[in-house]
């Protein structure tokens, strides 16, 4: 069993972390009694309370951000590693734990060998870890909120359209990422430990657009498309050839072996994690 060791005096800084996970990682932690502060880099924003004007990738606001916490949850929200060795760094000489929200994309141990190079979740892992940062990493599969991509698709009615429909996925509920990383940032005994986060069942996509029609009082059916339209359309967002291929690589083995479930999120928490139609239902409204 880990210790608790927050006090009402204790601070959390929030950098880069995804709108999702931020949000109820900062009403939990606030629920328990922690200070909250959150880096922004709109100036509005920066004069509510709560929030610290900065910018990841700046290390003198950074540092000054984090002056006086006691730990940071950080999420690295760019394409590439580019300024996070020096953000690791102005961190180092100010706080003393990180809890980094990664993938379950990285799957290799920084320091042990390759760390699923080109990504730069990976980079940054190796860097908390080469940089004697105390640290935990979380590794969550996709999240359930990924399904808001087919929200347009499902008000209008039809069909959503994708590739790799019988694809076997373990999406993983925002709350409870967050209710992992309010442990790892108030508790002892998580330091080097890295949770690969999912969520009890592994539906395939087709299923998650009939499970989110049901809730959301709607018809809607999963259509295929191929392979080559599939990566046309990514490539025309701007995500690099690379990364399309081994997404779809990715659904297609998925086809055939559905990703496993953890028991992270029960261990750590002391729960079960939320199932896919349980998140379905309290977001059913955005699909209306």
């Not at 950098?15 to 502060?37: C, E, I, S």
């Not at 640290?135 to 209008?156: N, Q, S």
């Not at 999406?171 to 002892?188: G, P, S």
Request: proline share 7%.
């Amino acid at each position: 069993m880990t210790e608790k060791t927050t006090d009402d005096a204790s601070t959390v800084l929030l950098l880069g972390a995804p709108g999702a996970v931020g949000r109820h990682l900062g009403l939990q932690l606030a629920a328990a009694g922690v200070r909250v502060r959150a880096l922004t880099r709109r100036v509005d924003r920066a004069r509510q309370p709560g929030y610290v004007l900065g910018d990841l990738r700046d290390p003198r606001s950074l540092q000054a951000a984090a002056h006086g916490v006691d730990a940071v949850f950080l999420g690295w929200p760019f394409a590439t590693a580019e300024g996070a060795a020096e953000a690791v760094a102005a961190l180092a000489g100010e706080v003393g734990r990180v809890v980094l929200l990664s993938s379950a994309a990285v799957q290799d141990v920084p320091g042990a060998g390759p760390y699923s190079p080109g990504r730069p979740d990976g980079e940054v892992e190796a860097l908390l870890a080469a940089g004697g940062l105390r640290h935990t990493v979380l590794r969550p599969h996709g999240f359930a909120a990924d399904a808001l991509r087919w929200a347009e698709e499902i008000r209008a009615g039809g069909a959503v359209r994708g590739y790799g429909g019988g694809a076997g996925l373990n999406v993983v509920d925002e709350r409870d990422i967050a209710a992992v990383a309010a442990r790892a940032l108030t508790e002892d005994g998580h330091d080097g430990a890295r949770y690969v986060l999912t969520g009890p069942e592994s539906p395939t996509q087709a299923e998650q657009v009939r499970i989110i029609g049901e809730a959301a009082g709607r018809e809607v059916r999963w259509e295929e498309i191929p392979r080559e339209a599939a990566r046309h359309r990514m490539l025309t967002t701007g995500c690099p050839p690379a990364l399309v291929d081994g997404a779809l690589d990715f659904l297609h083995t998925r086809t055939a072996t559905p990703e496993p479930v953890t028991t992270t999120v029960q261990d750590v928490t002391g729960r079960p994690p939320r199932p896919f139609r349980a998140w379905a239902a309290d977001h059913a409204h955005l699909f209306r």
